[in-house]
């Protein structure tokens, strides 16, 4: 699966008709979690049943029914989702919270499957026909989704964010392959001080950017306090900081995946420290500093550019990664603050390029099992801003 995404262009009352229909979903899958909630135990409460709900729906609610009717079968496959993970994690028996669906409060988007829109045969334009009143959009960006048959596209979701409303298509595509250009094998280190370092000397510098952009928006976060509740200025003090935020966000996942693209399409095997993020997030300073390199981001990228460049990514344990010489093999101990690795057998390295090679040895070693998590499940919906979007929800 594909996703093109496309900003659109309309009047405000149209805006206002997407905003309609966003609600709508919302509407209906909370409705539906409600419906499963409230069904009594002998009654299974399944997919086919939540579908059958959207239609009662319809018959009862006027803006329901002005809502296209798979568009509303949509919204509560949504709702099934959130039902069937919760049941995953329960057989599963997940430690901790099993995630129980709960009511949402803030969607943002609308999904059309086949039906209820229709594109312009030349021009760069959308309708959406059903009764809720969007119409023709004009559709901005530098995509060709005419390019591809219609019968292929087989969901359109409108997406609102703080800079405007935007259309995706999914469309049913195998993503090609690239041709890789080399075949070099590589361990990257994640520091504090670098983005990462590798394990041919190479320190990856920490983007700077990001750092300025905090500062901005610290200063239009406290804007938005300095305003009094319920008033106008304050709205628009807060449209500010979420303007800012996303630009960030989008700043932080372009260098992301520039970066994880050009590692994949040059090496064959990428080997990375598998880090427990939500782990290291507790100690308050580190998190800061995990989120500015934009790690996660960062690793999902990898994985997928691996199954485009068919490239093996591997995450190993990080254990001893950094203590040991990755010349004899020796536990050199050395705190934090100890920037040189320095072993008795005559091996004289940085700290972190020192750990990118045990990185990458402990990778070539790997028995199998290891094997990156990189399969390409999930990966084909990562294009661009929905990425994006799944990591900052
Ligand atoms: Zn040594």
Request: aromatic share 8%; charged share 30%.
């Amino acid at each position: 699966m594909l996703v093109l995404e496309y900003k659109v262009k309309g009047k405000q009352q149209q805006y206002r008709a997407i905003d309609e229909a966003i609600r709508t979903t919302q509407f209906i899958r909370n409705k539906a979690i409600r419906h499963w909630m409230d069904a009594p135990k002998e009654q299974k409460v399944d997919k086919i049943a939540l579908n059958n709900y959207s239609t009662a729906l319809r018959k009862e609610f006027g803006f329901v029914k002005n809502l296209n009717s798979m568009a509303c079968q949509a919204a509560t496959e949504r709702a099934w989702l959130s039902i069937a993970r919760f049941y995953d994690n329960c057989k599963a028996k997940k430690p901790g919270k099993k995630g129980f669906p709960r009511f949402q409060k803030d969607n943002r988007s609308v999904e059309y499957k086949t039906s209820g829109w229709s594109l312009h045969p030349t021009k760069r334009r959308i309708a959406f026909t059903d009764k809720k009143g969007i119409g023709e959009l004009k559709l901005l960006g530098k995509w060709d989704i005419h390019t591809y048959p219609v019968k292929l596209i087989k969901r359109v979701r409108l997406v609102r964010r703080a800079d405007g409303y935007y259309c995706q298509f999914a469309v049913d595509v195998e993503v090609k392959t690239e041709r890789r250009i080399g075949n070099d094998e590589i361990g990257l280190d994640v520091g504090l001080e670098y983005f990462y370092s590798d394990s041919n000397g190479h320190h990856q510098e920490n983007p700077r950017f990001l750092r300025k952009a905090e500062k901005a928006i610290k200063h239009a976060q406290r804007q938005i306090y300095k305003k009094e509740k319920g008033k106008n200025q304050r709205r628009k003090a807060r449209h500010r900081y979420a303007r800012k935020h996303l630009r960030v966000n989008r700043q932080r996942n372009e260098h992301a995946k520039r970066i994880a693209r050009n590692l994949c399409k040059s090496n064959d095997l990428v080997a990375y420290e598998n880090l427990n993020v939500k782990g290291m997030v507790k100690n308050h300073c580190l998190a800061k500093c995990i989120n500015d390199v934009a790690w996660t981001l960062f690793r999902r990228w990898l994985e997928y550019f691996a199954v485009k460049f068919n490239t093996t990514v591997v995450a190993v344990n990080p254990r001893m990664t950094s203590q040991k010489c990755s010349d004899c093999g020796t536990i050199v101990k050395k705190s934090l603050s100890t920037r040189t690795h320095r072993c008795s057998c005559g091996c004289e390295l940085q700290r972190d390029v020192n750990a990118a090679i045990n990185i990458l040895n402990l990778a070539r070693a790997r028995d199998g099992q290891s094997r990156s998590n990189a399969t390409g499940v999930g990966t084909a919906t990562l294009i661009g801003e929905t990425l994006l979007e799944q990591v900052a929800t």
